[in-house]
């Protein structure tokens, strides 16, 4: 009877630690996780967390969308992009989110040989991509902006922390705010002690740590030409998977479509034969600058950039339907069996 009761307590004080112990690491395990939704830099935002730490971390993931709206957009007279602008010709002190920000835009700038260049600015607003009222630009205006964009005139003062742009140029971060943020939250919840989430901005994907239970989250690669289907799945851990494409933001004029990646050498929309590039980097700025530059450099140049530089992977998706997917990937990404596309892997 006495060696029952003692079992009997042993027991129950194993299940109490069980259970302590899954209030914390291991109740990830078995939650379902906290979301949110946010509009904010003109797309929608769908964060989700695990774990007991989740609810308060994605509450300043909400407030570090706002601030870095704040700074980095040109649509707010405030931020440090519309001072930089607005104050072409003289060094503008800003933020130290705008000085990383703008550090990996060179980068990628240099990288690329200028395909990506923040300086795009005044050929991005008389297309009207920044805007709600987008129309074919006069050619002569747009070659009158050609000398307008270089991103090699951009002056970056580290140790003063300011920016100067010539007079006459302008600076859009749309091509890696989004990243760049989804980094700066990626790096906030591991600070806050989240190990698993996954951060969607508007199809641009940041996965912290794997799902719960230790599987990869799987990551779906938009068709380019079907909403709401796959060109097949990516299954990883920790890292952005970010992507660029023809069809994000668009308008058709005399059955011609253009689009908003802009080609910097000709001030039209790129068309180098691709329909979207997928970049898979631990770092999501990074990854969202090369995402664009990738689609402007066209398939060609973006598969040396990739063998030369060996720190991201990629997918293309090119006009004539082919998927090509970089050898880094070709374990975990899964076609879709419905597909049409031809897919290829490169080496
Ligand atoms: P999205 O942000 O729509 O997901 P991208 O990351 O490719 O797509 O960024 C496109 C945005 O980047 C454009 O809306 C414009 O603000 C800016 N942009 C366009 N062309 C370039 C370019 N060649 N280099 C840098 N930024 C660009
Ligand atoms: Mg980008």
């Known amino acids: 009877m006495k060696r029952t009761r003692r079992f009997c307590f042993l027991l129950l004080l194993v299940f109490a630690v069980l259970i302590l112990g899954a209030c914390d690491s291991g109740m990830a395990l078995i939650s379902r996780p906290v979301s949110r939704q946010v509009f904010a830099m003109d797309t929608v935002m769908n964060l989700s967390a695990y774990g007991s730490k989740a ?6 993931c909400v407030n570090t969308i706002t601030q870095l709206e704040e700074v980095f957009s040109v649509n707010i007279a405030s931020s440090d992009i ?22 990996t835009a060179n980068k990628v700038s240099l990288m690329s040989d200028g395909a990506f260049d923040v300086t795009i600015y005044p050929l991005v607003s ?19 902006r050609l000398p307008f964009v270089d991103y090699k005139k951009i002056r970056l003062n580290t140790k003063q922390q300011t920016v100067k742009i010539p007079e006459g140029f302008a600076i859009d971060l749309g091509g890696v705010a989004k990243g760049y943020t989804s980094q700066k939250l990626a790096d906030l919840l591991e600070l806050e002690g989240v190990t698993s989430a996954m951060l969607s901005l508007g199809g641009n994907v940041q996965l912290i740590g794997s799902k719960p239970g230790g599987d990869p989250w799987h990551v779906g690669v938009q068709h380019p030409e079907k909403a709401n289907t796959f060109l097949g799945t990516l299954s990883l851990s920790d890292c952005a998977v970010i992507t660029s494409g023809s069809y994000q933001r668009n ?15 000709t001030g039209y929309p790129a068309g180098n034969g691709l329909l979207s590039v997928t970049i898979v980097a631990k770092d999501g700025a990074y990854a ?9 450099l066209g398939e060609q140049r973006a598969l040396e950039l990739w063998q030369e530089r060996g720190d991201f992977e990629m997918i293309l998706v090119n006009i004539s339907e082919e998927v ?23 080496n």
């Open 82 to 103: 519309s001072n930089i602008n607005r104050n072409a010709g003289q060094a503008v002190h800003v933020s130290e989110d705008t000085m990383e920000a703008l550090r």
């Open 324 to 346: 090509i997917v970089t050898s880094g990937l070709a374990n975990i990404f899964i076609p879709d069996e419905k597909s049409s596309y031809t897919y290829t892997f490169a």
């Open 126 to 144: 008389l297309w009207g991509f920044s805007t709600d009222i987008q129309q074919v630009p006069e050619d002569l205006e747009i070659k009158r």
């Open 55 to 60: 609810e308060a971390a994605l509450e300043k």
């Open 251 to 265: 308008f058709t004029e005399n059955g011609r479509l253009y689009h908003h990646i802009i080609n910097p050498d």
């Open 288 to 296: 969202d600058a090369l995402s664009t530059a990738c689609f402007v």
